[in-house]
């Protein structure tokens, strides 16, 4: 596939977020136009921000406002995303945006929960589209995810997914395949199943950062009611549920795949875990030392 020329604009929604900052480097960095959309309209070097919130309806225009294409990321923690996303959706396609990039996930078919609703609806809503549909984020391990936080505060790992293997997945990765199915002349019109390189259980994985940090880190394997109720905690008790769900799944084989998408659509292989691991240790030792420091 060849690369449409640099005309039109794409709104990336979330476009702080994993994926989302992702992708608008990427398209900045190809030369593409960018809305930079988020509920703070946070600055981003090479983009245009604008105040997006997927619950306020005022914000909508705006955002579209001259968009030819559109990076969709379901709001975060909502069990019925399609409740917001859809109306948001008929705007789109209204005020002009012919392409659609969808972020879903591995876990979540067309029609099924969550923002499987809105995958079932993208291909009658738009004539180029695209349903990403990657594996485990491998940034949860590093980055703003619960996985990082324990295993910085306790070197541990807690999850109900036992000695089950997931084809974790770099969000780098995730935002290349994006930046094709927004980018080239013709839309995949298709679900992408994304994953890494290697299937790997969180035992794996606590072992890799083992070796890769020079800090112990461990699996602890939690039941799945251990792991709802711990969720339950922080985020609505039916979305708990629902990841707990996932957890378990996992648990039973559901995940344990890999794929050729990225290497197909990118042109080159994924990035494999180790790799990606000691990448973002080096950002983050970077930054740290790049941070003011405090005098005592």
């Known amino acids: ?13 979330g476009a702080t977020g994993t994926t989302g900052s992702r992708t608008a480097a990427q398209l900045i960095a190809a030369g593409r136009r960018v809305k930079a959309a988020g509920r703070a309209a946070t600055p981003l070097p090479g983009a245009e921000p604008v105040r997006f919130d997927w619950y306020d309806p005022a ?39 012919r392409r659609a990039v969808l972020l879903s996930s591995s876990a ?63 969000a780098e990765d995730i935002a290349a395949v994006a930046v094709r199915a ?14 890494g390189p290697q299937a790997l259980s969180h035992d794996d994985i606590a072992a890799i950062l083992t070796e890769v940090t020079g800090r112990p880190v461990v699996h602890h394997h939690l039941t799945y009611d251990a792991v709802r109720e711990r969720l339950a905690a922080v985020i609505p008790a039916e979305f708990a549920a629902l990841l707990a769900g996932m957890e378990r799944a996992i648990a039973e084989g559901a995940e344990d795949r890999t794929t050729d998408t990225v290497e197909r659509l990118t042109g080159r292989p994924p990035r494999g ?6 990448r ?15 005098s005592r």
């Open 59 to 97: 914000t909508y225009g705006d955002a579209l406002g001259g968009a030819d294409g559109v990076y969709l990321v379901p709001p975060i923690g909502d069990p019925d995303p399609a409740a917001v996303m859809l109306p948001f959706l008929e705007r789109a396609r209204a005020a002009g945006v």
């Open 273 to 278: 875990f180790r790799a990606v691991a000691e």
């Open 182 to 195: 927004l980018t080239d002349d013709r839309a995949p019109d298709a679900e992408l199943v994304l994953t």
């Open 280 to 294: 973002e240790l080096a950002v983050r030792k970077r930054a740290v030392r790049a941070a003011p420091q405090t």
């Open 108 to 170: 979540v078919p067309a029609g099924g929960p969550a923002v499987g609703t809105v995958h079932q609806a993208l291909p009658g809503l738009f004539d180029e589209w695209a349903v990403l549909r990657p594996s485990w984020f491998m940034q949860n391990f590093t980055g703003a995810h619960a996985h990082a936080d324990s295993i910085r505060a306790e070197g541990a790992i807690l999850t109900a997914t036992g000695t089950g293997r997931v084809g974790f997945v770099d």
């Open 1 to 13: 596939m060849t690369t449409a020329p640099t005309t039109g604009t794409t709104l990336v929604i």
